[in-house]
Nanobody, 126 residues
Framework: QVQLVESGGGLVQAGGSLRLSCAASGRTSRTYAMGWFRQAPGKEREFVAAISWSGGSTYYADFVKGRFTISRDNAKNTGYLQMNSLKPEDTAVYYC???????????????????WGQGTQVTVSS
């Protein structure tokens, strides 16, 4: 199993930046894909970004393309989500997720992931 802990959330003004981190522990010797999702109050959880184990494959939701960047450092067992040009509509709890997969596999569906972090709050003020 993999345990995930997010950090880096907070309050930021519109146009600002935050970098979220997702620290993985447990059985991290196997290759695993990672993803970021978010859930705003009263809304369903939605996909934000995903990355393969190799880091060579990434995928973004249309509403974050050009603003967010997903990355990972496998030596540190940590994934990242760099968020720039933040908007009030980006306000949500952000969750990191992982699933064991071959090194080039990328997953976009929440139901494809087996392990989830507890979430970190991101609030963007106007």
């Amino acid at each position: 199993q993999v345990q995930l802990v997010e950090s880096g959330g907070g309050l930021v003004q519109a146009g600002g930046s935050l970098r979220l981190s997702c620290a993985a522990s447990g059985r991290t010797s196997r290759t695993y894909a990672m993803g970021w999702f978010r859930q705003a109050p009263g809304k369903e959880r939605e996909f934000v970004a995903a990355i393969s184990w190799s880091g060579g494959s990434t995928y973004y939701a249309d509403f974050v393309k050009g603003r967010f960047t997903i990355s990972r450092d496998n030596a540190k067992n940590t994934g990242y989500l760099q968020m720039n040009s933040l908007k009030p509509e980006d306000t949500a709890v952000y969750y990191c997720a992982a699933r064991y997969a071959a090194r080039y596999v990328i997953s976009r569906g929440g139901d494809e992931y087996d392990y989830w972090g507890q979430g970190t709050q991101v609030t963007v003020s106007s």
